[in-house]
């Protein structure tokens, strides 16, 4: 219950700070079976449209849920190269942006279609291929940190872990791991 | 309830065994404190993020620590395994990312690790040559500064692996998981 009602007031001081200042009716944060709600409306103000969830490549499960904790597997954005090489900090950002917006997909379907239900996001871990000096992993990785963040609010960031590595599956510039609390449908 | 009332007592004899110094328990907890200061470990405040994120999240009695970057009095330790570091360098760095991890977690545990119940995960990873293969060796200076604070609690389900490049040019990151009431 106070997990509940620190998340509307957090939700009414982001939307408060987006210039939106009336309050947030209880009734409608109550109900979040109401399809179509506030986290859509964000996404369509951001203008994201979110294509359907990825199918696994190999074998795993692109979604596993465990009590209230949603794991979601690696997601990576469609292109393809290195960091430092092929591509700068500020470009392979929005690679990492394109991954967050996979991870929202699965999120998505593992919550019945229904964003509202997020409580935060937990865990973020992303990799991304780059030369051995590159150094600006962190900033990557704030595409897809910094997207969560608009689209949830502060509960959007993560405990978060930015590393580099030398290679991925396909040949992807970054993949990114993450996990979120969601609420009861 | 099982748990809370054993730690109520362990929380009891700690301090009853420790009646001269009780002025001290009383501001910062206890058990593991002591133990902190006979190990000269000093946590300070936790590290502000270097990104967008936040230092932990908390989801009912599971604490998430975010990578965490070792620092020296010079700042951030950078340097590659393999190249221009040894793994006893290695483990000294990774011994300051467990106190970094210290920092966070007793942030997230309102300022008392002795609500600290056990490690769950640590991820270490190593900033490595292609030959280097002694990340578990490196990532040994987090395990054990926690074993040595928690005992066999203190160890975790661990990974240690290796990356040719890490933020800032650190020279190993490590995440970790812990379990607290």
């Given at each position: ?131 051995d ?53 | ?78 340097g590659k395994l393999g190249d221009n570091m040894t793994t006893?360098q290695g ?35 190593v900033n490595s040559t292609d030959d280097f293969t002694e990340q578990?060796l490196v ?23 290796g990356t040719n ?6 020279c190993c ?9």
């Open positions: 219950m106070l997990r509940r009602a620190l998340f509307t007031s957090a939700l009414a001081s982001f939307l408060a700070a987006c210039g939106k200042t009336e309050q947030v009716p209880e009734a409608e944060t109550e109900t979040p079976g109401k399809m179509a709600g506030k986290v859509d409306a964000k996404l369509a103000e951001l203008g994201i449209e979110l294509p359907e969830a990825a199918t696994p490549i190999a074998a795993y499960t692109p979604i596993r849920k465990v009590g209230n904790m949603v794991y979601i597997a690696g997601q990576g954005p469609g292109n393809q190269g290195v960091v430092g090489r092929d591509y700068t900090t500020d470009e392979a950002y929005v690679f990492a942006r394109d991954a967050g917006i996979s991870v929202l997909s699965q999120l998505k379907k593992a919550c019945d279609g229904d964003l509202n239900r997020v409580v935060q996001c937990v865990q973020l871990q992303g990799i991304v291929r780059c030369t000096d590159f150094t600006e992993q962190h900033l990557v990785i704030n595409g897809t940190s910094e997207l969560f963040r608009d689209v949830f609010g502060e509960v959007g960031l993560a405990a978060r872990a930015a590393v580099g590595t030398n290679s991925l599956p396909v040949g992807f510039v970054c993949e990114v791991i993450a996990t979120f609390e969601v609420r009861d449908a | 309830m099982e748990r809370r009332r054993f730690f109520t007592a362990a929380g009891v004899t700690v301090l009853g065994a420790s009646l001269l110094s009780s002025k001290a328990m009383a501001q910062s907890g206890g058990k593991v404190d002591a133990k902190l200061s006979e190990l000269g470990v000093e946590i300070k405040a936790a590290d502000a993020p270097v990104a967008a994120y936040v230092g932990w999240r908390k989801v009912g009695n599971m604490v998430y620590i975010a990578g965490q970057v070792p620092r020296d009095e010079n700042g951030p330790i950078v006893e483990y000294a760095a990774a011994r300051a990312c467990g106190i970094a991890l210290l920092s966070q977690l007793k942030s997230a545990c309102d300022d008392d690790l002795d609500r600290v119940v056990k490690c769950v995960q640590i991820q270490g990873l578990h990532v040994n200076g987090t395990s054990e500064l926690f074993r040595d604070i928690w005992g066999e609690l203190g160890l975790a389900a661990r990974a240690a692996v490049s890490l933020p800032l040019g650190i990151e490590v995440l970790a998981s812990f379990e607290v009431v």
